[in-house]
């Protein structure tokens, strides 16, 4: 995937110019290289943001130059708008190990889930890995169809990941695990004192 970009000039606070353009204002940084103000069409990084997420490297052009290896590190959204106001990029090293944060995805069925004694409850949503750059995985699955209790759950040590990639994390962590489902009780009223008495009165009256 490849992102194209220019040179900034303007910042701080004359930055909403750019945006008032569709220019989308960006900083790129990296433990080799000093950062360096850019910026770049809005639209085109929402489209390419849409595929690599904070998982996937990017190709960033910079004026027709070399491409940077980055990833995107950092999204500023504003809570008004919903819209991107700032992103920063990370210039990584292909051949160093990092750490990132990888999206969970729950896959499969579980039977006391299919019985409906129990409900999915995915207690993590991204696991921190380490390895390089080329190898970071899109997703992680978390495969539930061998749960077969109640209270049962998938744990980190249980998770399966790619060669080369670590989990930062405590093995014994639970991703995802079977909530046991409550059975709504319905209450039956109990009947007034005196109307308990006059039933129970009523035979002998009778007789």
Same mark, same amino acid.
């Given at each position: 995937?490849?992102?194209?970009?220019?040179?900034?000039?303007?910042?701080?606070?004359?930055?909403?110019?750019?945006?008032?353009?569709?220019?989308?204002?960006?900083?790129?940084?990296? !433990?080799?290289?000093?950062?360096? !103000?850019?910026?770049?069409?809005?639209?085109?990084?929402?489209?390419?943001?849409?595929?690599?997420?904070?998982?996937?490297?990017?190709?960033?052009?910079?004026?027709?130059?070399?491409?940077?290896?980055?990833?995107?590190?950092?999204?500023?959204?504003?809570?008004?708008?919903?819209?991107?106001?700032?992103?920063?990029?990370?210039?990584? !090293?292909? !051949?160093?190990?990092?750490?990132?944060?990888?999206?969970?995805?729950?896959?499969?069925?579980?039977?006391?889930?299919?019985?409906?004694?129990?409900?999915?409850?995915?207690?993590?949503?991204?696991?921190?890995?380490?390895?390089?750059?080329?190898?970071?995985?899109?997703?992680?699955?978390?495969?539930?169809?061998?749960?077969?209790?109640?209270?049962?759950?998938?744990?980190?040590?249980?998770?399966?990941?790619?060669?080369?990639?670590?989990?930062?994390?405590?093995?014994?962590?639970?991703?995802?695990?079977?909530?046991?489902?409550?059975?709504?009780?319905?209450?039956?009223?109990?009947?007034?004192?005196?109307?308990?008495?006059?039933?129970?009165?009523?035979?002998?009256?009778?007789?």
């Amino acid at each position: 995937m490849q992102l194209n970009a220019s040179k900034r000039e303007i910042t701080g606070k004359a930055s909403r110019r750019l945006r008032h353009h569709g220019r989308l204002p960006a900083v790129i940084y990296g !433990s080799r290289t000093a950062a360096a !103000s850019i910026e770049l069409d809005a639209h085109e990084f929402e489209r390419v943001y849409a595929r690599s997420g904070r998982t996937q490297l990017i190709d960033l052009v910079i004026e027709s130059g070399r491409p940077h290896k980055v990833l995107v590190k950092e999204v500023q959204v504003s809570p008004r708008r919903n819209n991107v106001l700032h992103v920063d990029f990370h210039q990584v !090293s292909l !051949s160093e190990r990092l750490q990132v944060d990888v999206p969970i995805s729950v896959t499969g069925e579980a039977e006391p889930v299919r019985a409906g004694e129990a409900d999915v409850l995915q207690v993590m949503h991204a696991l921190k890995v380490e390895c390089v750059p080329t190898l970071i995985p899109e997703v992680i699955e978390a495969d539930i169809s061998g749960l077969a209790e109640v209270d049962a759950a998938v744990r980190v040590a249980d998770l399966h990941l790619p060669a080369g990639v670590t989990a930062v994390a405590d093995q014994d962590e639970v991703v995802v695990k079977l909530a046991g489902r409550r059975v709504a009780v319905e209450e039956v009223e109990a009947p007034p004192a005196e109307e308990a008495a006059e039933a129970a009165e009523a035979p002998a009256e009778e007789g």
